[in-house]
């Protein structure tokens, strides 16, 4: 019995969350968000290093290039964090891969964290993830969607304990974000709600 009810559950992960999401996924543009053109991470990292920022510096100018290249998508939830990078499109762990991944390759320690609950700017309650870096000593929360620049700090609040992305959810981002984010697309319409 237990058989079939894992067997039941891998078929509805495997083609249920993929049938769910395509109509979202398809309704995105292809290639890369007009406006901008095809860049990769490492690329960034070139020039970002090309700057002469160092520290905090460095890190709100890579937040930055995060922020404004991502836009905030729910609709390629397939697309490895690579990709939603070099398209410009990204859900919250997309970008905070991307940012993590450029982060590192800039020379600092930073890894992405996550909680299931957070309280943002407009009263809405939700899981979310985002970085934290070491710099001098100092781990900071840095975020690419939510944050407030001249404070240098996010603009929402962990209601729920804050962690290290463990497997399991990483398992359940690359299947179950697809089908949570063209559900919210579907119920408002839109990549964002706020």
Known sequence: MMIKIVLGAVVVM???????????TLSLPQGVRP???????SQATQQLRGSGESGMELVEAARAFVGERMAYSRRNSF???AKAFERGYG???QQAN???DLLTQLGFEAKIVHAFRNRFPDGTV????????????????VDSIFYNADAAEVTFTPLS????????????????APAVNAHRYYLSGKDQDW
């Open 14 to 24: 495997a083609i249920g969350v993929p049938l769910y999401a395509l109509p979202a």
């Open 35 to 41: 406006g901008l053109e095809s860049l990769t991470i």
């Open 79 to 81: 697309d490895s964090y």
């Open 91 to 93: 859900y919250c762990s």
């Open 98 to 100: 991307a940012l993590a």
């Open 126 to 141: 939700t899981s979310h993830a985002w970085v934290q870096v070491v710099v001098d000593d100092e781990v900071r929360d």
């Open 161 to 176: 304990e804050v962690g290290e992305v463990p497997p399991v959810l990483r398992l359940f981002e690359t299947w179950g």
